[in-house]
């Protein structure tokens, strides 16, 4: 992959080579990674890291951690290592399936799993014309097979974290509560008045709270974009420019 550009990430302290074409990372990993309620010395497993954008921003806040990438295109692994390599972050890339993981990987487990499946069920949908996009948005594992092997990786009380449109909570949910407890489910809302269109997941392994339903997180201020300059809210501009952590309520 040479056709690469190099882009700035948490306000400058993260710098990522990214491809010019097919799936790039957003706002979206930043804020999964921000999310996370990780402490140095824990072991994080990030499924379908792409070019690493979620597992080195949570690196690049919490010092210390353990970090494991599994990616499914090659291209793609070998630019997270690079990635980390550059901004001195550990961040141990395997290539592999989900549903065929290196034997290294189905014999370990970890305190976090992190996840940004694919969005989009492509039952329902047409599939993006390059290839490495698709496989980023669509591609061909079911929901349910993401959160399976998720579960499967968690240690005892470990957690998973994933980002996900909101239109397919209801799968999302069905399957996670079968494997995990402890559920809470943070909106994003893009602007007031305006449906959530993603949602932060947290579920623990062996979790035995109540499900919680937080009040909406606004991404940015007012009902309409002020032109071409930036409107984040405050708590969201916070993490994309200082790297700030990202609680859940409570």
């Known amino acids: 992959?040479?056709?690469?550009?190099?882009?700035?990430?948490?306000?400058?302290?993260?710098?990522?080579?990214?491809?010019?074409?097919?799936?790039?990372?957003?706002?979206?990993?930043?804020?999964?990674?921000?999310?996370?309620?990780?402490?140095?010395?824990?072991?994080?497993?990030?499924?379908?890291?792409?070019?690493?954008?979620?597992?080195?921003c949570l690196g690049q806040r919490i010092p210390g951690l353990t970090l494991t990438g599994l990616e499914l295109q090659p291209d793609y692994a070998a630019l997270a290592r690079r990635n980390a390599s550059e901004n001195n972050i550990l961040l141990e890339v395997l290539e592999g399936n989900l549903t065929q993981m290196p034997a290294t990987l189905k014999q370990r487990q970890f305190n976090h799993v992190i996840t940004n499946p694919p969005y989009f069920d492509r039952a329902r949908g047409s599939r993006a014309p390059d290839t490495r996009r698709e496989v980023a948005l669509g591609g061909d594992t079911a929901l349910e097979t993401w959160i399976d092997q998720a579960a499967k990786r968690l240690a005892p009380s470990g957690y998973l974290h994933m980002i996900q449109r909101a239109e397919r909570l209801p799968e999302v949910l069905t399957h996670v509560a079968n494997r995990l407890g402890s559920i809470q489910l943070l909106p994003l809302i893009p602007?007031?008045?305006?449906?959530?269109?993603?949602?932060?997941?947290?579920?623990?392994?062996?979790?035995?709270?109540?499900?919680?339903?937080?009040?909406?997180?606004?991404?940015?201020?007012?009902a309409e974009h002020p032109g071409d300059r930036e409107n984040y809210s405050e708590t969201i501009g916070s993490v994309l420019r200082n790297g700030a952590g990202l609680p859940f309520p409570g």
Do not use: E, W
Request: hydrophobic residues 45%; positive net charge.
């Open 1 to 56: 992959m040479t056709d690469l550009t190099r882009d700035l990430f948490l306000g400058g302290a993260l710098t990522l080579h990214q491809p010019k074409t097919g799936y790039r990372a957003g706002v979206d990993p930043v804020l999964l990674a921000a999310a996370v309620n990780a402490s140095a010395g824990q072991t994080v497993l990030d499924l379908g890291c792409g070019a690493g954008a979620a597992a080195l």
């Open 191 to 222: 602007r007031p008045g305006r449906d959530s269109q993603l949602v932060i997941l947290r579920a623990r392994k062996g979790g035995r709270a109540a499900f919680r339903l937080h009040d909406g997180l606004l991404m940015h201020d007012g």
